[in-house]
């Protein structure tokens, strides 16, 4: 599906999706709050890209991609499913920590489109850099930022979906939505379902 990247400033196009680069981009407003911007974080040749949706609090803070609770268990099924979190590279559709500040707290807002519009080239450049054999998705933003179109994850799952540049998408759901699940019985069957498809995933990128 055809996706339309939105105009760059000029000399933006190109720009190398760096730490400094994303941490200086202005493209939105969601820098005004957050902390920093949080780049992608991996190897430059991993067979796997995985996509979430956006740093959360701990990730604002230490400007590193999954390192809060959300990406903690994001590792551990990593290594269950048998790919070394050092071996996959890790990204987030948006670079800014977008939030509600509630006292001393700091609440997780969804991105709006615009959201992700804005930070599709930076995404679009890791994917070009790193060049993956697979790109996964986590949660709803990602899919759509990688594939472009509306689909509900459970429909993405049992179908075989590649981003418009041709590289095989695997959709799951979001690692956070195993741990806010509302009972013991659904974050079971959620971990599970997140496990079997970084598996797939793992099975994916050997064969490619
Ligand atoms: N959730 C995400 O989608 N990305 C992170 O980096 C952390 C939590």
């Not at 105009?7 to 994303?22: C, I």
């Not at 759509?144 to 075989?160: D, E, L, M, N, S």
């Not at 699940?181 to 959620?190: E, F, G, M, V």
């Amino acid at each position: 599906m055809p996706r339309k990247t939105p105009p760059q400033p000029p000399g933006e196009q190109d720009a190398e999706p760096s730490k400094a680069n994303v941490d200086q981009c202005r493209r939105c407003e969601l820098w005004e709050h957050a902390t920093q911007g949080v780049a992608g974080e991996g190897p430059r040749d991993a067979r796997i890209l995985l996509v979430g949706e956006q740093p959360g609090d701990e990730e604002d803070i230490q400007g590193r991609p999954f390192v809060g609770p959300a990406g903690r268990l994001l590792r551990a099924l990593l290594d269950e499913a048998g790919l070394p979190p050092a071996q996959v590279f890790m990204t987030n559709a948006v670079k800014h920590f977008f939030f509600e500040p509630r006292g001393k707290r700091r609440i997780h807002k969804t991105p709006l489109q615009r959201h992700i519009a804005a930070c599709q080239a930076w995404l679009e450049a890791e994917v070009s850099r790193v060049h993956p054999a697979v790109i996964v998705t986590l949660g709803a933003t990602a899919l759509a930022a990688v594939y472009g179109g509306k689909i509900a994850i459970a429909a993405a799952r049992t179908q075989k979906l590649a981003s418009p540049e041709g590289t095989p998408i695997i959709a799951t759901y979001h690692p956070s939505a195993a741990l806010r699940a509302p009972d013991h019985d659904a974050r079971a069957k959620l971990r599970a379902t997140l496990l079997s498809d970084l598996k797939r995933a793992a099975r994916m990128a050997a064969k490619g």
